[in-house]
């Protein structure tokens, strides 16, 4: 790519040009670990780091030119913009040629549900035999390699990467959660979606967007982001906050109104029914997946398939081969030798607490035993709502530390403490694995122990220098197991 090009593309960011338009460019990158000869690096002002601050060591690595937002050196050859990351959303689509033109793409956001979204659509997609990618909190499968990336959703370079990596394999799809985060950040502004989804909006990352409001505005955002054929699918509780009426809007829940209606509900231990009034017909749907909440999950993505196309009959059919994903709504099934329910989820916010204790409640007739805290240099304020939800509807709650990322565990404890129930049964224990040995230890025949918060995260992170490996579910498999061979709580 030519640097006259780029300034063609970028023409309406640009401040300041101080290179030759003749410069050849084979590579960009906003990662410094990634440079090599001929490389466009794009500096960009971070939360905790500001790129800018090494353009001189990244020069001498064999960048070519820089995309830059602050005044630098003339000795450095670079483009000036109003916004590095807006800049690097354009050149990202171009220089990969705009893989999600010859793609089914699909991106989910919301507060929760995304995750499950995204991959029931991979293992829909699979059973119909297409291949593609997914991308996500969970993992990333670009075309079978399987990895773990720290955001929900990469930076426009990674994205647009693993997209055309997908197309050139002979890909045919690709899936990806969409955080309120890559929204406000430009991260996925240059992508155009077949389908878009919105699973639901409650309160989370007011730390990073100060007011719910803006935060609804980010995830509202992605509706704009569609092809000129595509389709929106949206919980129709939200139905009244789209404003773009130029678009196809596909809406679902439990009003009569929606065009996919959810009635009657059922779930239990092996998974949930329900019906689901469509377009073409009632339909009865069952999926592995447990909890109330899930058939809105499932409905989204299959309101969103048949939209685009798919046979409805076809995809209610995939649903039922879903198994789950990691950390979500995972039962220990080792547990239920000690007579009990051990069950492993990502919930980390007061709706997703509410949904999956209320859930829990309508499947057990004994106790509810919930282990959780709140991730550090997050949202403080819901820390108490969290306390407060958890006291309410579980017997016991437990409060522990859950990624502190640089904060003092006894704090974050102390915040979710202020919103616990007076006079309610709880308990703080900063030992994460001792919180959890204490709740296993306390239930009783019947009882169901909910551990929460972290999912499938592998990982436990104090602060910049401290990580251990730390999965819950892992964890609690290993005092489940402790206690089968000790011959504790044998109710034969």
């Not at 960009?28 to 490389?39: L, N, Q």
């Not at 997914?134 to 647009?160: C, R, W």
């Not at 092996?270 to 409905?299: D, M």
């Not at 950390?327 to 547990?335: H, L, M, N, S, W």
Request: with cysteine; hydrophobic share 40%; net charge negative.
């Amino acid at each position: 790519m030519n640097i006259s090009t780029l300034l063609d593309l970028l023409q309406p960011l640009i401040l300041k040009v101080n290179c030759d338009n003749n410069l050849e460019i084979s590579h960009i990158s906003s990662d410094s670990r990634e440079v090599r000869e001929g490389t466009l690096f794009i500096c960009r002002e971070g939360y905790s780091f500001d790129s800018h601050a090494i353009i001189d060591k990244v020069y001498q690595q064999g960048a070519t030119a820089f995309i830059v937002e602050k005044d630098v050196s003339k000795e450095f050859p670079h483009i000036q913009v109003v916004d590095s990351r807006i800049a690097e959303a354009v050149l990202a689509g171009e220089f990969y040629g705009k893989p999600y033109e010859k793609l089914i793409t699909f991106g989910v956001t919301g507060t929760n549900g995304k995750t499950t979204c995204v991959h029931l659509f991979h293992h829909v997609m699979h059973m119909f035999g297409n291949r593609g990618s997914i991308s996500g909190t969970v993992m990333n499968d670009i075309m079978g390699d399987k990895f773990y990336h720290q955001n929900t959703t990469p930076s426009a370079i990674e994205i647009l990467r693993n997209m055309a990596k997908t197309l050139n394999d002979g890909g045919e799809y690709y899936g990806m959660e969409v955080s309120s985060h890559a929204l406000d950040q430009y991260r996925v502004e240059s992508i155009r979606y077949d389908i878009v989804g919105l699973t639901n909006i409650t309160r989370d990352h007011l730390d990073f967007h100060i007011t719910f409001e803006n935060y609804k505005r980010a995830k509202l955002h992605i509706i704009d982001l569609l092809k000129p054929n595509g389709i929106a699918v949206i919980n129709y509780d939200y139905f009244s906050d789209v404003r773009n009426g130029n678009l196809r809007i596909i809406t679902f829940g439990t009003n009569s109104k929606a065009h996919y209606v959810i009635k009657d509900v059922n779930t239990n231990w092996s998974g949930t029914n329900f019906i689901l009034e469509t377009p073409y017909g009632a339909k009865r749907v069952y999926t592995q997946l447990i909890g109330g909440y899930n058939a809105y999950n499932v409905t989204l993505v299959i309101a969103g398939l048949v939209e685009i196309g798919y046979d409805i009959d076809e995809v209610i059919e995939a649903v039922k081969t879903f198994r789950g994903v990691d950390g979500r709504f995972e039962v220990i099934p080792e547990a239920k030798k000690l007579g009990i329910e051990v069950v492993i989820d990502f919930a980390h916010t007061p709706d997703a607490l509410e949904k999956v204790i209320i859930s829990l409640r309508k499947l057990s007739k004994g106790r509810i035993i919930v282990v959780f805290g709140a991730g550090g240099q997050s949202d403080k304020g819901k820390r108490p709502m969290m306390g407060e939800i958890v006291s309410k509807y579980a017997d016991i709650t437990i409060v522990t530390t859950d990624d502190p990322r640089g904060e003092d565990p006894r704090e974050i404890i102390s915040d979710i403490e202020k919103g616990l129930i007076p006079n309610s049964l709880h308990l703080s224990i900063i030992d994460r694995k001792e919180a959890i040995d204490t709740a296993i230890t306390l239930a009783n025949k019947g009882d169901v122990v909910l551990i929460a918060g972290r999912g499938h995260e592998p990982y436990q992170v104090f602060d910049d220098h401290r990580k251990i490996h730390f999965k819950d579910r892992d964890v609690a498999m290993d005092i489940i197991l402790h206690k089968i061979n000790k011959g504790e709580k044998s109710f034969r």
